[in-house]
């Protein structure tokens, strides 16, 4: 039993088998592509396919009939084969402008996999250019080298570009058109190739065995520089694929060793977050939007790995030619979850961002006891527990004494200003991040910083501390020491690394004045212990020359010399 | 070189004369103009007549009139235009020209073969 299709042909009506008409479709088919440069291909479609209608009309007994397989090969073998229809061009070429469409025939992008290295991109983008295939190569090598997103694009195209796997596709890949003649071509050109090789491997040895009369012969010298061309090519060929398997070992190291890393680092990552390693604490410290952290290292590993992945499978295509592929769903799959994993990191990196939206500040103002002409002696106390000595923006976890644990930071700076008032006093400004202003200033006041003052001394914290729960979110203590006019301030030399650099907003001390013992004036200070700073002039050119020794001037009327001995004039006049 | 492309070129040659020569004395439509070439053995298959006649028409040595017919659809009938006359005559002259030197080179060789 078949089913039929019901078809006008040139104006009459036919039943048809399926088979038969999809026979016969391709048929036409190919006879119009074959007349596409024709002129009036229409009119010549619509002559054979009236001429087909008469056929078939004679073939028919009644209209119940149906066409099937049998009439349409029939009718086939009568009206001849595509290439039949092709009028010879050179003999009845009147009017050569019609070439001109061979050239700008289109071309279709196909991945050919008859000369690929790792999938045929870069063999389909040669054809498609029509330039050599190396030259696309050597182009992506750079890529990959020049800023790696030649490994990206290739592995989009490589998924894009569909791979040219039927005669016809790899016909229309190199831009011939499609018709019976060229596919029997390419077949009979596949067939060639292979007798070709045959025959190369038989002509290198009957070569190899000529070789001993070779410089006799007449022919020698053309021979002999076709094979030295014939020789240097292939070496040349030789020397670029070892190249091609050196890039390829170099990827499957590159890709294999990042990926194992990154394994080992998700695995761990993963263990210690489900038994709680205590060292991994700090990095739930920065974790301020409170994202799962298996899902950032999740989201991290997919994101690295998944292109070093493809890197690796590139490497390993690269060195097996057999290479089974991956099939496009493993490709659409990981391209998927790559996406995906960025999308996290970029959602979690916005979180992370608006927890440090707003800044807020806390400010404690305590007085202290020191009045004009008093001298207050600065000091840092460092803790044992707490080693300060990290760069200003990080922090550590530490236990407090009650076995709590808390995070500190270094994140203290001094600054001193002149007050008018008659005691000094000392304000205190602790701020931190949060996504708005009640979390900001809520992580402010749980800012823990301690200072004492004993007789004339003032022992400021070198750290501040927060509880874990706080988080990391820029937490730091500015301390404002408002002094009167006429106090002398002495900052220990361990201070330094705390006073602030700049001197604006009437901050009067300068890191560099630690050890000296300073005197507050209004909005202004003085050291009183500095030593005087040197004078040192030094000129030395052929006129005036200025040094220890003195200062001489001389030109060809006068010169004048003045040092310790007094002052000496000479003139020639 | 393959003896069967250069016998396609051959036929392919004195086609567009030929068809000139069948419509010379009366119009015909494509059926009775393949039967005759058919017949003469000139067309192996009917494929190659219709580029070749609307090559022939675009050159105005052609033209054709659609007529009813009682076992099917409307035929085109084909005929000769003033030009094709023309053509065709000169292409006669050729044709015989041709033929006589053809003769004369053929015979010669096969003379000088005995």
Same mark, same amino acid.
């Given at each position: ?34 007349? %596409? ?44 084969? !595509? ?12 009017? !050569? ?29 040669? +054809? ?39 005669? %016809? ?135 690295? $790995?998944? !292109? ?58 305590? #007085? ?13 106390? +460092? ?14 976890? %530490? ?29 205190? @400004? ?19 910083? +301690? ?27 500015? @301390?404002?020491?408002?002094? !009167? ?19 604006? #907003? ?59 001995? $007094? ?7 | ?114």
């Amino acid at each position: 039993m078949n089913k039929t299709v019901n078809i006008n042909l040139g104006g009459i009506f036919f039943h048809i088998d399926e088979d038969a008409y999809l026979k016969l479709q391709g048929y036409l088919e190919s006879i119009k592509r074959s007349l %596409a440069n024709s002129q009036g291909s229409d009119e010549i479609i619509a002559d054979i396919e009236a001429r087909i209608a008469e056929l078939f009309n004679e073939r028919l007994k009644n209209n119940k009939q149906v066409i099937r397989l049998r009439e349409v090969d029939e009718i086939i073998s009568i009206m001849g084969q !595509p290439e039949d229809y092709v009028v010879d061009e050179e003999i009845f070429e009147d009017d !050569p402008s019609t070439n001109q469409n061979k050239s700008t025939r289109s071309k279709k992008l196909f991945r050919d996999p008859d000369n690929s290295y790792i999938s045929g991109v870069s063999s389909g983008l040669a +054809h498609y250019f029509g330039i050599d295939a190396i030259w696309v190569r050597l182009a992506w090598i750079l890529l990959v080298f020049g800023a790696g997103t030649g490994v990206l694009l290739y592995i989009l195209l490589w998924i894009l570009v569909p791979e040219a796997k039927t005669t %016809a596709e790899k016909i229309m890949m190199t831009g011939e058109p499609v018709n019976i003649s060229n596919i029997e071509k390419k077949i009979k050109d596949g067939f060639d190739n292979v007798s070709q090789v045959a025959k190369n491997v038989s002509d290198s040895v009957s070569k190899a065995a000529k070789n001993v009369d070779l410089k006799k012969g007449t022919n020698s010298i053309k021979s002999t520089s076709k094979t030295f061309f014939d020789s240097l090519a292939d070496a040349v060929m030789i020397l670029l694929k070892i190249f091609a398997k050196f890039i390829g070992i170099l990827l499957i190291i590159i890709g294999a060793s990042t990926l194992i890393a990154l394994i080992v680092g998700l695995f761990s990552i993963g263990v210690a977050d489900i038994v709680h390693i205590p060292g991994l604490d700090s990095l739930d410290l920065v974790n301020v939007g409170n994202t799962p952290i298996w899902l950032v290292s999740l989201a991290i590993f997919f994101a690295v $790995g998944i !292109p070093f992945f493809f890197l690796f499978y590139l490497g390993l295509k690269i060195l097996i030619n057999n290479l089974k592929s991956i099939g496009n769903i493993a490709k659409f799959t990981l391209l998927g979850l790559w996406i995906l994993s960025i999308i996290t990191l970029v959602i979690f990196g916005i979180r992370q961002a608006s927890e440090h939206a707003f800044e807020e500040s806390y400010i404690e103002k305590n #007085e202290l006891f020191i009045k004009a002409n008093d001298t207050l002696m600065v000091k840092m106390s +460092h803790s044992d527990k707490f080693n300060s000595s990290f760069s200003r923006d990080d922090f550590k976890l %530490a236990h407090d004494d009650n076995g709590n644990k808390i995070m500190y930071s270094s994140d203290v700076r001094i600054m001193v200003k002149s007050t008018s008032d008659t005691l000094a006093s000392l304000s205190i @400004i602790k701020s931190a991040n949060g996504r708005n202003y009640e979390t900001a200033i809520a992580r402010a006041k749980n800012i823990n910083y +301690h200072y004492e003052v004993n007789n004339n001394n003032l022992m400021l914290d070198a750290f501040l501390t927060t509880d874990i729960k706080n988080k990391y979110n820029d937490q730091e203590v500015d @301390i404002i020491l408002y002094l !009167p006019e006429n106090t002398v301030v002495y900052f220990s030399s361990n201070t330094e690394d705390f006073i602030r650099h700049n001197t604006h #907003e009437g901050h009067l001390i300068s890191d560099k004045n630690t050890n000296h013992f300073i005197r507050i004036m209004d909005n202004n200070s003085k050291c009183l212990d500095c030593p005087d700073e040197d004078f040192n002039v030094e000129v030395d050119t052929p006129e005036v020359k200025i040094d220890s020794n003195g200062i001489k001037v001389e030109s060809e009327e006068v010169k004048i010399n003045i040092s310790s001995k $007094g002052i000496e004039i000479k003139s020639d006049q | 070189m393959k003896i069967e492309n250069t016998k396609a070129q051959m036929r392919k040659g004195v086609l567009e004369f030929c068809i000139l020569s069948v419509l010379k004395d009366e119009d015909a439509y494509v059926a009775e103009i393949l039967s005759t070439l058919k017949d003469a053995k000139l067309l192996v298959v009917e494929g190659t007549i219709y580029p070749l006649l609307t090559r022939l028409k675009n050159a105005d040595l052609l033209s054709y009139r659609w007529e009813e017919s009682t076992s099917g659809p409307p035929r085109k009938y084909y005929g000769l235009t003033e030009t094709g006359k023309l053509f065709l005559e000169e292409l006669s002259s050729t044709w015989n020209e041709l033929q006589n030197a053809v003769n004369i080179v053929t015979s010669q060789k096969n003379n000088s073969n005995e």
